[in-house]
């Protein structure tokens, strides 16, 4: 995106110094990378900076009105909803497609979440990038003016609050086999968080603890990366339920990973924001199907999506509630690597404090792909790509 440091970066670039760059970042925490680390990461000009930007503004406006809040809380599965839901989610990451529009790059956005991404990871993978590839001074991955160490203390400010980093727990089903597993190494690096798998909470009337070196600690807070879709497919058993009434605060209440989900997006308007439908709101498909692409609303990592789309698949689906028609975006060739161009999502992190009127954009990733679409099985046997970070002046 800006050809000059491209051209630098892939002069520079050997493989010797990949191996090397992996071999830290897989060392420096508890757990490995699960994922494939792209190559490189991304350099964003000036003029597409702006414009992503911009389209992260105008879809926050949307997020945070009134009408868009009292809509979304349509979004949780009755059997679902947790008490205690609270006004705003914590955690909020946009997704976007880089395409072309003429001869510019232009964001749109393909999916968000009021959910945890990876907030630790990439503090380390954005270290473990500069410490070896050349990256400009004035270039960073952070956003609203903070540094490393600003970021860390609102990542504090935020999951701990006042509490001790002991009573703070990262709530996971199974956490060491999950395949972010080092983003909860991360944080517990960084801010101290235990993971604990919410087989082994115990439940004492309405408090809740877990076991540490033989001792019951008092759970205070949890930052909740459990997804009920995982929940309900484990059967999971443990003397705790979401849906009980405990003394306990939660960062990032678990009923805004379906208010703010895909569930959102034909309630989105915009320039920067594809076509969509809910599959039950369509009296008459459009015309050309093959523009389209079918998401089940619940699913996460990108399980059960269609991109090949007729009206006799449509026809045979009977839980039409639970499905969105997306129109297709069409990524555009990014990043020049040795041997073919990759295409780039970029996501755009976002941390919401208590009392603050909106959410702060904090950080983003990138996944870039040489396939059809996104993700592993679509890029087998590739080189560059997978997940990284995008830097910015």
Not at 67 to 83: M, T, Y
Not at 190 to 217: H, M, N, T
Request: net charge negative; hydrophobic share 35%.
């Amino acid at each position: 995106m800006i050809p000059k440091l491209r051209e630098q970066f892939n002069a520079q670039f050997s493989e010797a110094r990949y191996i090397a760059f992996l071999d830290e970042l897989n060392s420096i925490l508890k757990y490995p990378t699960d994922f494939r680390v792209c190559e490189t990461p991304l350099f964003l000009s000036d003029e597409f900076n702006s414009e992503l930007l911009k389209a992260c503004d105008e879809i926050i406006a949307q997020l945070i009105t009134k009408e868009f809040k009292e809509k979304s809380i349509e979004a949780i599965p009755k059997h679902l909803n947790v008490p205690n839901d609270t006004d705003h989610p914590i955690f909020l990451s946009l997704d976007f497609a880089i395409t072309k529009n003429g001869n510019d790059f232009f964001p749109k956005l393909i999916e968000l979440q009021g959910f945890p991404t990876l907030y630790g990871y990439q503090y380390f993978l954005n270290r473990v990038v500069r410490k070896y590839f050349d990256i400009p001074d004035e270039f960073t991955c952070y956003y609203s003016g903070y540094d490393e160490d600003e970021y860390v203390d609102l990542l504090e400010r935020i999951i701990l609050a006042t509490e001790d980093p002991e009573q703070v727990v990262l709530l996971e089903i199974e956490p060491h086999k999950q395949k972010t597993r080092i983003d909860f190494a991360a944080m517990e690096k960084l801010i101290g968080i235990p993971e604990v798998c919410i087989s082994d909470l115990i439940k004492k009337d309405k408090k809740l603890f877990y076991k540490k070196d033989g001792r019951e600690i008092e759970i205070k807070r949890i930052y909740n990366r459990v997804i009920f879709d995982e929940l309900e497919r484990k059967q999971i058993e443990s003397s705790f339920s979401f849906f009980d009434e405990v003394d306990v605060q939660w960062v990032g209440h678990p009923n805004w990973f379906f208010r703010i989900s895909k569930y959102s997006l034909p309630q989105l308007k915009g320039k920067y924001v594809p076509e969509c439908y809910y599959l039950d709101d369509i009296k008459n498909y459009p015309e050309d199907l093959s523009q389209f692409v079918l998401k089940p609303l619940f699913s996460f990592a990108g399980l059960g999506v269609d991109v090949d789309v007729t009206k006799e698949k449509l026809d045979k689906i009977t839980d039409r509630k639970n499905y969105i028609l997306q129109q297709k975006v069409e990524y555009a060739p990014v990043i020049k690597t040795p041997d073919d161009y990759s295409k780039v999502e970029i996501r755009m992190m976002y941390l919401w404090e208590e009392n603050s009127p909106k959410p702060e954009l904090v950080l983003n990733l990138i996944r870039t792909s040489k396939g059809k679409m996104m993700g592993v099985d679509f890029n087998k046997n590739k080189t560059w790509v997978g997940s990284s970070l995008a830097f910015h002046q």
